[in-house]
């Protein structure tokens, strides 16, 4: 399969980004009922959802707070990550830890290194933001193999998890290329 082919060309050329992030993969011998794909749904908002607070509350903030009311909500936003990410930690460190890996994410696929063959089937999972300890899972299919690279193509979203997916990659997607620019001026 050339990297032109129309299975893997849309993971090439869609908006992503690249990141260390624990990946699971899971072989599936069939594909997911409708009832297992619609909880996987829900999670996946849910998941979705917290790191896009997460995200936000993390952002850099103007530094010239308007009133003291202000100031004091920044610094109990402040002490609320610090809860959330020792809350994270602590989850983590009684789980299994999987590895971080190099993966590239857009809404339609990811791009990993692995051992799977071309039109395998298997459930990706992917911790997406260390203080959420529930991973990002959805059916995959194998859709182009470049050496060691797997590009794989999820399996079709329902309409509001394909938006926050796809808001959550340009977000991330737009911060890259903004630390680009900064870090090369």
């Not at 930690?89 to 890996?101: D, R, S, T």
């Not at 797997?150 to 329902?158: L, N, S, T």
Request: glycine share 8%; net charge neutral.
């Amino acid at each position: 399969m050339s990297v032109t082919d129309s299975a893997a060309a849309p993971l090439i050329g869609a908006p992503s980004y690249e990141a260390a992030l624990p990946l699971v993969w899971t072989p599936l011998a069939e594909t997911l009922g409708s009832l297992r794909r619609e909880q996987y749904n829900d999670d996946n908002l849910r998941v979705l959802a917290a790191v896009a607070v997460l995200d936000e509350t993390r952002a850099p903030g103007s530094n010239d707070e308007s009133s003291p009311i202000d100031a004091e909500i920044a610094r109990l936003n402040q002490k609320l990550n610090l809860v959330i990410d020792l809350l994270g930690f602590l989850v983590a460190q009684q789980g299994a830890a999987q590895p971080a890996a190099r993966v590239r994410l857009s809404w339609q696929g990811a791009v990993f290194v692995g051992s799977q063959a071309l039109g395998e089937v298997g459930l990706l999972g992917l911790s997406l933001h260390r203080s959420v300890p529930q991973p990002f899972v959805w059916p995959v299919r194998i859709a182009h193999v470049d050496g060691e690279e797997r590009h794989a193509r999820f399996a079709p979203f329902g309409d509001a998890l394909q938006a926050a997916l796809e808001r959550h990659v340009f977000l991330r997607h737009r911060r890259a290329i903004a630390g680009t620019r900064r870090s090369g001026s």
